[in-house]
């Protein structure tokens, strides 16, 4: 069974910088995509950013492009997003997530929350006017 554990969050001034990690267990880790989402208060879970098996090829949503970069160590089993220039939109609690089966991303496919079958407990990303 995975499980999957967020660090990182906190309060920031909008236009600073916070690192999330997440740290995986199982055997499973380096062989699936891996992600990121976000849930706002009063809002639906967001897509964030994932990220291939490898660690060659991401994809993001279109309102973090530029600022946000997400990579992997499949040799630590862990999962980071460096957010940068951070908006007061940005704040929400942040999700790590794992594919249910694959390896490979998809850019042009609008990923769910059905689509990751392994979820961290979350982390909260404030972030101030």
């Known amino acids: 069974q995975v499980q999957l554990v967020e660090s990182g969050g906190g309060l920031v001034q909008a236009g600073g910088s916070l690192r999330l990690s997440c740290a995986a267990s199982?055997?499973?880790?380096?062989?699936?995509?891996m992600g990121w989402f976000r849930q706002a208060p009063g809002k639906e879970r967001e897509f964030v950013a994932v990220?291939?098996?490898?660690?060659?090829?991401?994809h993001y949503t279109d309102s973090v492009k530029g600022r946000f970069t997400i990579s992997r160590d499949n040799t630590k089993n862990t999962v980071n997003l460096q957010m940068n220039s951070l908006k007061p939109a940005d704040t929400a609690v942040y999700y790590c997530?794992?594919?249910?089966?694959?390896?490979?991303?998809?850019?042009?496919?609008?990923?769910?929350?059905?689509?990751?079958?392994?979820w961290g407990q979350g982390t909260q990303v404030t972030v101030s006017p």
């Open positions: 199982g055997r499973t880790f380096a062989s699936r995509a």
């Open positions: 990220i291939s098996s490898t660690g060659g090829n991401t």
């Open positions: 997530v794992m594919d249910k089966t694959a390896s490979s991303i998809y850019p042009s496919y609008s990923y769910g929350p059905s689509d990751f079958g392994s």
